[in-house]
């Protein structure tokens, strides 16, 4: 089984461009949950979608926003890109019930100068 | 506080255990887990373990949890290079899994 695919891996962006990122999950999973990672912060929680719903939402600004696709794939987008945005952005997958083990992507390292 | 706090390095010898602590906040959280990340890759599930239980064993990884004191922690027999990595601690928290910073596992030869 295929795991967690996210691209793209790299991406070099400046500052006010937006950026759209892709996650395709694990064949039947069916949630779909993206996080940042930054050597400050660690992982912060981004949003989570099930079922093209977006069902968990964490505290970060409008200009993150996402979707997800009737095959499960999910994409998500920053718009007017800053250069606190420079992290790399995970996306995990699982079937979808509660407390689930999420499954991990390599990541997109996303670099806004 | 952070809800989920675990010291950032840990150095160990070669051959002796390391063992990573972590401590969480939310008394209501059923599932707490370790997942481990290594350069240039996403989080990988090491172990996870249900608030009902104290103690896990799976092969060189031995979990305990202490949920009087919402302590946790990840003891690994043996340590390898191959285990150098950064190890995260994370907890459920109403329908969201919450992570520690990480704990950068370092091998001394």
């Known amino acids: 089984k295929a795991g967690v695919t996210q691209t793209p891996r790299y991406l070099i962006k400046t500052r006010g461009q937006q950026v759209t990122l892709s996650c395709s999950p694990i064949s039947g999973h069916r949630s779909v949950s993206w996080y940042q990672q930054t050597p400050g912060q660690g992982l912060q929680f981004l949003f989570e979608y099930f079922s093209e719903t977006q069902r968990n939402k964490g505290n970060f600004p409008g200009r993150f926003s996402g979707r997800q696709f009737s095959n499960s794939r999910s994409e998500m987008n920053v718009s007017t890109l800053e250069l606190g945005d420079s992290a790399l952005y995970l996306c995990?997958?699982?079937?979808?019930?509660?407390?689930?083990?999420?499954?991990f992507g390599s990541g997109t390292q996303l670099s806004v100068l | 506080g952070e809800d989920v706090e675990q010291s950032l390095f840990l150095s160990v010898r070669e051959g002796d255990s390391s063992v990573i602590n972590c401590t969480y906040t939310d008394s209501s959280s059923t599932y707490l887990y370790w997942y481990k990340q290594e350069p240039g890759a996403g989080l990988q599930l090491l172990t996870y373990?249900?608030?009902?239980?104290d103690m896990k064993q799976d092969q060189r990884l031995t979990v305990l949890l202490n949920k009087k004191d919402k302590h946790l922690s990840l003891r690994i027999a043996d340590t390898q290079t191959g285990d150098s990595a950064i190890y995260f601690c994370a907890a459920n928290r109403d329908d969201k899994i919450i992570f520690g910073k990480g704990t950068r596992l370092h091998i001394l030869p």
């Open positions: 995990a997958s699982s079937m979808g019930q509660s407390n689930e083990k999420l499954f």
């Open positions: 373990i249900f608030s009902n239980m």
